[in-house]
């Protein structure tokens, strides 16, 4: 059992493993009608029995019963040993009543009758993985090794005590070995409150009603993301809903918005192909965090762990895919001839939408099969299915860490920014003048210097300033992070909150550049981290300030006669889109636009 890789491992070790340590004896045999007879043959004083192994076993002995006369014929003639069609073996049935009227003969010559009791019905599904193979006979030795043990099972967590053990116990008794080397104990589907779900309740769910209304692939996507398969699962319409909507229609409308220009432009993705190193930077980018999420995935899947899995594939489409990379590119699709910036930037989308319905097909086969069959009808690359495809492997060296890195921080500076526009109700098409970011280190001035066009571009800004010393610019407060600090000093608290008030901005400062810091408590060294304290920045006059981790941002929210003009600009433009989306105008159409005199547009 040890030897098995079980999910979870609790289910393993504790409630399988327990169960085996206290073992009790199986009682194999049934009193029943309906299921497997007991093979076995006995004489009225049970001094002697006969164990059958095969149809061909049974039908010589019954030839000897003939012979003895206890049988008027054989009912197994016209079977032929070694034929293993169906037409063959429907020539006879060995259920009850039939087998019970054959009776066969002794080596003294007395009468034998098969014992009445049938086989307890989970010793039929520990034989499973025998009988499916029809071993011995239709396959054994090295061919049964190839299938066996099984390299996966799935059952609910109810099956400790039947179909796992069974499983497990007839393994053991015939080959010393196991019968599955990995194991996922599902857990159950409850109500959305907790609950069990049940008819008299009336918080049953008509699972066929969800499937129908929602779509089978929302349904499933919803239940491997929501909840790894062997926690209990809340299930919620209103997730699946969202599913839908979030993930399944980001992921369409990636597809739709690529379709829509590569039609357009002609685009087949039978062009030749434009080196990866020589495509602009964000385009490198997204390939390099393409094959990380390939790696990752195939980690996670290889590990029976799909949950991860499921929620690495999302948020790259989400999070990466349609809300950065194909938002900060749109103007690489618009109008032109197809210049090689342009076909670098459809060869990137294409790449990314073929690879991300590969890896999510074992998820969500449907819409998965649709995109990909709709991008194979134009390009050729593959000929069948998604699920007949070779499942993507990464490519390392297309991979640039110092590069996703640099992007996430900018994305995370970006939404930072975002959130403190929110917060002061100020649009993103209304341009602002700076905003401060103290770095701690060169490599984060680094990352940040590199992607500034981008991060100006996303929030609207006209700076960044990039500060190392925040004194009279960024006010920082900080106390103890008792969950972490708790644990560990928890006889010191008292402590580390005086001493933590007393700190200094240069003392928070240094704590926050610092791996690691040394504290003095109660006479004794101590070492934290930033992760040991809550810091929070306080707005300065006319700038908003936040904090995530060790990344500070603070926005100047004060708005100028010229970036007020310039915002007028931006709604202007913004408005004249939307009337010409509202009037059902293609992207390829010519529009002529008249204006009427305003003091604010003039």
Known sequence: NETINWKPASTGSGRFGKWLENLVDWNLSRSRYWGTPLPIWATEDHSELKCIGSVAELKAEIDKSVAAGFMAENPFTAFTEGDFSKENYNKFDLHRPYVDNIVLVSSKGERMVRESDLIDVWFDSGAMPYAQVHYPFELSGEKFRKVYPADFIAEGVDQTRGWFFTLHALATMLFDSVAFKNIISNGLVLDKNGNKMSKRLGNAVDPFEVLEKYGTDAVRWYMISNSQPWDNLKFDCDGVDEVRRKF????????????????????????????????????????????????????????????????????????????????????????????????????????????????????????????????????????????????????ASLENKELEEM????????????????????????????????????????????????????????????????????????????????????????????????????????????????????????????????????????????????????????????????????????????????????????????????????
């Open 407 to 602: 992007m996430s921080l900018a994305q995370r500076v970006s939404s930072m920014v975002l959130a403190l526009r929110r917060k002061v109700n100020i649009k993103v098409r209304q341009p602002l003048m700076k905003i401060i970011v103290p770095v701690l280190d060169p490599a984060m001035a680094r990352q940040i210097e590199a992607a500034q066009p981008l991060i100006m571009n996303e929030v609207n800004v006209k700076q960044i300033e990039l500060v190392s010393e925040t004194a009279g610019l960024i006010t920082k407060r900080i106390k103890p992070n008792f969950k972490t600090l708790g644990p560990k000093y928890g006889k010191y608290m008292k402590q580390i909150a005086a001493l933590t008030a007393a700190f200094t901005q240069e003392r928070i400062a240094a704590i926050e550049a610092a791996p690691e810091t040394v504290l003095e408590v109660g006479g004794e060294r101590i070492a934290v981290t930033a992760a040991d304290f809550e810091i929070t920045s306080e707005d300065m006059s006319g700038w908003l300030v936040t904090s995530e981790g060790k990344l500070t941002v603070a926005l100047d929210i004060t708005v100028t006669d010229e970036l007020r003009r310039e915002g007028v600009a931006r709604e202007l433009i913004n408005r004249i889109q939307n009337i010409r989306k509202d009037s059902g105008f293609e992207v390829t159409d010519r529009i002529r636009v008249e204006i009427e005199a305003k003091e604010a547009v003039v």
């Open 248 to 395: 399944f229609g980001t992921l369409y409308n990636t597809y739709s918005f690529f379709a829509l220009y590569a039609n357009v432009d002609g685009f087949t993705g039978r062009e030749p192909e434009i080196p990866v190193a020589k495509r602009p930077e964000i385009d490198r980018w997204i390939i390099s965090l393409l094959n990380t999420l390939v790696a990752d995935v195939t980690a996670s899947l290889e590990n029976y762990d799909p949950t991860p899995a499921a929620r690495m594939i999302q948020e790259f489409v989400n999070e990466n895919l349609s809300n950065w990379y194909v938002r900060l590119n749109r103007k690489r699709f618009w109008g032109g001839e197809m210049t090689e910036d342009k076909l670098a930037a459809y060869q990137t989308l294409y790449t990314c939408l073929e690879t991300v319905v590969m890896l999510a097909a074992p998820f969500a086969p449907f819409i998965s099969e649709r995109i990909f069959r709709d991008l194979n009808a134009v390009s050729g690359r593959h000929a069948d299915s998604v699920h007949l495809a070779q499942f993507p492997a990464a490519d």
